[in-house]
T-cell receptor, first 115, second 115 residues
Framework: ELKVEQNPLFLSMQEGKNYTIYCNYS?????LYWYRQDPGKSLESLFV?????AVKQEGRLMASLDTKARLSTLHITAAVHDLSATYFC???????????????FGQGTILTVHP | DVKVTQSSRYLVKRTGEKVFLECVQD?????MFWYRQDPGLGLRLIYF???????EKGDIPEGYSVSREKKERFSLILESASTNQTSMYLC??????????????FGPGTRLLVL
């Protein structure tokens, strides 16, 4: 079964602290995406990770991919309130084949950053 | 900027009604997707389309059908709405063709309530 699991599902952080969201997936893939969703809004793309060892950074967020461990991480550095949102990872399990860009999503991690 | 629009932000329908949800993208994308989003379950793929008049079932197609008569428009149809179809429905599109590299761009979502 193709599964993508995130943990934690809920994360309450203090401003200025660091934390990591984990995304595990069930079968080999080297294409992983991170999205952000603000309350009441749609999803926007954050990162695209396309190979083992890929690392992408944007501001206080850094994403990495370990295809051997079937694991991606989203690391938050010195959190600020503006980062409060739901974060999803998604995996293309048919990369290299006829995937048509079909993705399998994790459950989402609801992040709340408070003073 | 890619723009994906959905015909309604909120809909209230009665059990047994036929419901049409429409999605339009303006970037000549080949792939289009319909998801439903429920708390704790992430996004689940209902149907997707990789070309005009072409469609493929996703993970939860039961109770739904789709139509893609024009490249820019992808419609989701609930033939006979039921209360368990109350959900947020998200449409997405991606560039294609079939490389698996494309980020999906999402519409604002339609929150459907079936009474």
């Amino acid at each position: 079964e193709l599964k993508v699991e995130q943990n934690p599902l809920f994360l309450s952080m203090q401003e200025g602290k660091n934390y990591t969201i984990y995304c595990n997936y069930s079968t080999t893939s080297d294409r992983l995406y991170w999205y952000r969703q603000d309350p009441g809004k749609s999803l926007e793309s954050l990162f695209v990770l396309l190979s083992n060892g890929a690392v992408k950074q944007e501001g206080r967020l850094m994403a990495s991919l370990d295809t051997k461990a079937r694991l991606s991480t989203l690391h938050i550095t010195a959190a600020v309130h503006d980062l409060s949102a739901t974060y999803f990872c998604a995996v293309d399990f048919n990369a290299g084949g006829t995937s048509y860009g079909k993705l399998t999503f994790g459950q989402g991690t609801i992040l709340t950053v408070h003073p | 900027d890619v723009k994906v629009t959905q015909s309604s932000r909120y809909l209230v329908k009665r059990t047994g009604e036929k419901v049409f949800l429409e999605c339009v993208q303006d970037m000549d994308h080949e792939n289009m997707f319909w998801y439903r989003q429920d708390p704790g379950l992430g996004l689940r793929l209902i149907y997707f389309s990789y070309d005009v008049k072409m469609k493929e079932k996703g993970d939860i197609p039961e109770g739904y059908s789709v139509s893609r008569e024009k490249k820019e428009r992808f419609s989701l149809i609930l033939e006979s709405a039921s209360t368990n179809q109350t959900s947020m429905y998200l449409c997405a599109s991606s560039l294609g063709p079939s490389t698996g590299l494309e980020t999906q761009y999402f519409g604002p979502g339609t929150r459907l309530l079936v009474l």
